[in-house]
């Protein structure tokens, strides 16, 4: 199941903070967080794991709680640069013992100056 | 460095016609990942790789064929293209699997008509 991100869309202006969150209905074991600005590849942000441990950005934090089955990714003092759709993708097992990231449909973030 | 290579950037296909989209990753990773990317839909698993010979379904496999023959290269076959599959595929690349983040190429457009 496709996790869901709220919300779809947010504008803020350079140096307010913003929140995404991305919540699933299956268990979590890990979640990611992407940025993908217009016409390029997803970024790797954040990967956040059961346990509390994270790997990834230094100016963006994210949190995980795995009893609520949800991830919320944290923008603070926001850049012009921070623009574009927010993806958080969860661990997903599959039949065969391997598992894969199955992405939200994105959150788009517009920082105006 | 190059990381992901994705061969074309850009196609039109007719109706009926076969192609194949090349990825090339030199990161010496064992897991490679086909997504396609649909406006306001994030992207869907098409087929993944877990190392050389090892191919399996993700998703939205209909429509499409893979073979991955070196830890390098991870084709991805279109066979008798249909309208539905306009769209961007992405190709991306990750050391393991959940706590590893993917790398993802430039992406390919392709247009059926």
């Known amino acids: 199941q496709q996790p869901v991100q709220s919300p779809q869309a947010v504008i803020l202006r350079e140096g307010e903070d913003a929140v995404i969150n991305c919540s699933s209905s299956?268990?979590?074991?890990?979640v990611h967080w992407y940025r993908q600005k217009h016409g390029e590849a997803p970024v790797f942000l954040m990967i956040l794991l059961k346990g509390g441990e994270q790997k990834g950005h230094e100016k963006i934090s994210a949190s995980f709680n795995e009893k609520k089955q949800q991830s919320s990714l944290y923008l603070t003092a926001s850049q012009l640069s921070y623009s574009g759709t927010y993806f958080c993708g969860t661990e997903t097992p599959l039949r065969s013992g391997y598992s894969t990231l199955t992405f939200g449909k994105g959150t788009m973030l517009l920082v105006s100056p | 460095n190059a990381g992901v290579t994705q061969t074309p950037k850009f196609r039109i296909l007719k109706i009926g016609q076969s192609m194949t989209l090349q990825c090339t990753q030199d990161m010496n990773h064992n897991y490679m990942y086909w997504y396609r990317q649909d406006p306001g839909m994030g992207l869907k698993l098409i087929y993944y790789?877990?190392?050389?010979?090892?191919?399996d379904k993700g998703e939205v496999p209909n429509g499409y064929n893979v073979s991955r023959s070196t830890t390098e290269d991870f084709p991805l076959r279109l066979e008798l293209a249909a309208p539905s599959q306009t769209s961007v595929y992405f190709c991306?690349?990750?050391?393991?699997?959940?706590?590893?983040?993917?790398?993802f190429g430039n992406g390919t457009r392709l247009t059926v008509t």
């Open positions: 790789s877990v190392g050389a010979g090892i191919t």
């Open positions: 991306a690349s990750s050391y393991s699997q959940g706590a590893s983040p993917l790398h």
């Open positions: 299956k268990a979590l074991y890990s």
